[in-house]
């Protein structure tokens, strides 16, 4: 079965500042991977997703992920944070492209000083 | 598209109570999802239906839950009698065919006192 970490529960970044939020799976062959982002009091909300072809993904708000196969990474990138960008961010992943479900991380809380 | 639309937003009930939680997923996906959100356990899948038949439960908690679709454009999550520790976000979430991910509804806040 496959299975996600996230392992920084809380990250708190400058407003303006680089932001890497990172991912690690397991599943033994080529994931589908998936980042996403909530708000408070709101669903979830895709940001970006990675099937195949080029490993680095553009999402939306500006946001980018890389696919790492060699280290099971699935990394969240944006170059500045707005203050409007804290929120939790989660990572899933999909096992292939016969996947039903995904399996969640528990999330990132990103903060965002001033 | 106006989404995957849950109701009630807020639920707040007695211990005993009964509870349903509706959704109505979007037109053409053929995948449901019923998910319960808390500080502890974070986003655990409860049941999922394809093609409004359940094909997996085995994430419902007990025999208090239970879940239907009756039809493309309806399903709801029940929990007869609900208990304190039932309190949480429930979020439904629909998944189209091929490689796609799954949109979410913006999830009913359940609260049993």
């Known amino acids: 079965a496959q299975s996600v970490t996230q392992p920084d529960i809380h990250i708190t970044v400058s407003e303006g500042a680089s932001l890497e939020l990172r991912c690690n799976y397991s599943y033994g062959a080529t994931p589908y991977l998936f980042w996403y982002v909530q708000s408070p009091g709101q669903g979830l909300q895709l940001l970006l997703k990675y099937f195949s072809g080029d490993t680095l993904v553009q999402g939306i708000k500006g946001f980018e992920a890389e696919f790492k196969r060699s280290q099971s990474s699935f990394n969240l990138r944006k170059p500045s944070v707005h203050w409007s960008d804290a929120a939790e961010y989660f990572c899933a992943v999909g096992a292939g492209s016969g996947y039903s479900t995904l399996t969640f991380g528990k999330g990132t809380m990103l903060l965002v000083s001033p | 598209d106006a989404g995957v639309i849950q109701s009630p937003r807020h639920e707040v009930t007695e211990m005993g109570q009964e509870v349903t939680l509706r959704c109505k997923p979007i037109?053409?996906?053929?995948?449901l999802f019923w998910y319960r959100q808390t500080m502890m356990r974070g986003l655990e899948l409860l049941i999922y239906f394809n093609n409004n038949v359940p094909i997996d439960d085995s994430g419902m908690p007990e025999d208090r839950f239970s879940a239907k679709m009756p039809n493309a454009s309806f399903s709801t999550l029940k929990i007869q009698p609900s208990e304190p520790r039932d309190s949480a976000v429930y979020f439904c979430?629909?998944?189209?065919?091929?490689?796609?991910?799954?949109?979410f509804g913006s999830g009913t806040r359940l609260t049993v006192v």
């Open positions: 979430a629909a998944r189209g065919q091929g490689a796609s991910g799954y949109t």
């Open positions: 037109s053409g996906h053929d995948y």
